[in-house]
């Protein structure tokens, strides 16, 4: 069974521009969660997706938006990039909802913002 | 908000021997999860072994187990016959009951593990 897949794999933007990440979860799951990692904040939740309804959003400004679609397939928005949004993007699926449940980490999305 | 704490950023280990990851966090509730996952050298993070605060036992999986210690609120991971592919980035990792403000997973900074030939 293939794993979570996360693209692009690396990114570079501008201040000011906006961006999207995207997620295939392993088939089957239906729970997708995100997560940003960076050197100062460490992991940090940003939300959780299952069947197309957002569960769960961690403290993150409005800027940060996702969504899910019918396939399970997500995506991740950031608008107007601040030179703090450079980061590690991770991507997580589940078979249920809820953090309880084991996650299937993708390899993550290198955003530099310059 | 929950915090969770690893208070040594970097651990090393030989090859076969046993070590400990530290983790301490900060709760008011009686009822929840912790987790040690783990990240290696660029690949994906995974699950190493998950607790339920209201069970007594210590999980085990195969040479990982766990010193959970519900009043110090402590929760250590055990490698025993440590191997070279288990050096990566550990992190302990929170949540709370479902339904309350704290259910999501709130990592610590996460330990780095080298293991020695």
């Known amino acids: 069974k293939a794993g979570v897949t996360q693209t692009p794999r690396y990114l570079i933007k501008t201040r000011g521009q906006q961006v999207t990440l995207s997620c295939s979860p392993i088939s089957g799951h239906r729970s997708v969660s995100w997560y940003q990692q960076t050197p100062g904040q460490g992991l940090q939740f940003l939300f959780e997706y299952f069947s197309e309804t957002q569960r769960n959003k961690g403290n993150f400004p409005g800027r940060f938006s996702g969504r899910q679609f019918s396939n399970s397939r997500s995506e991740m928005n950031v608008s107007t990039l601040e030179l703090g949004d450079s980061a590690l993007y991770l991507c997580?699926?589940?078979?249920?909802?809820?953090?309880?449940?084991?996650?299937?980490f993708g390899p993550g999305t290198r955003l530099t913002v310059l | 908000a929950q915090t969770v704490t690893q208070s040594q950023p970097e651990m090393s280990v030989q090859e076969a021997e046993t070590v400990t990851l530290s983790c301490t966090y900060d709760?008011?509730?009686?009822?929840?999860?912790l987790f040690w996952y783990k990240q290696p050298p660029s690949r994906q993070m995974i699950l190493v072994i998950r607790q339920e605060a209201y069970k007594q036992q210590n999980a085990t999986e195969n040479r990982f187990s766990v010193n959970f210690q519900k009043a110090a609120k402590s929760f250590s991971l055990k490698i025993s016959d440590s191997q070279l592919g288990d050096a990566a980035m550990y992190f302990c990792?929170?949540?709370?009951?479902?339904?309350?403000?704290?259910?999501?997973?709130?990592f610590g900074k996460g330990t780095l593990l080298t293991v020695n030939p």
């Open positions: 997580a699926s589940s078979n249920q909802p809820g953090p309880y449940n084991e996650q299937f």
């Open positions: 990792a929170y949540t709370g009951p479902s339904g309350g403000s704290n259910y999501k997973l709130t």
């Open positions: 709760t008011s509730e009686s009822d929840y999860y």
